[in-house]
C-alpha cells in the first residue's frame, strides 16, 4: 500500500473519524455541548496522523522480524 497512504488512510481517515466521533460523544455528554468544530477536525487530524505513523512503524518492526527469523 506504501506508508504516505496507509498513514493517509488508516491514521488520518479511519483513525481521525474514530477520534473525532468520540472526542464529540464526550463533548456531548460531559459538558453537553458538540465544541468548536473546527479544533475538532484539527485535533482529529492531528491524532489519526500520529496514530497511522505509530502503527505503520509497529506494523513494520513486526514484518522486519518476522522476515529475519525466516
Do not use: H, P, Q
Not at 2 to 11: A, D, E, H, P, S
Not at 16 to 43: C, H, M, R
Amino acid at each position: 500500500m506504501g506508508k504516505w497512504k496507509y498513514i493517509l488512510f488508516n491514521g488520518v481517515f479511519l483513525g481521525g473519524i474514530g477520534f473525532l466521533l468520540g472526542k464529540v460523544v464526550l463533548n456531548f455528554f460531559l459538558e453537553n455541548e458538540l465544541g468548536n468544530t473546527a479544533d475538532l477536525i484539527i485535533s482529529a487530524i492531528i491524532s489519526g496522523a500520529f496514530f497511522g505513523t505509530g502503527i505503520w512503524l509497529y506494523t513494520e518492526n513486526r514484518y522486519k522480524k518476522y522476515t529475519a527469523n525466516k
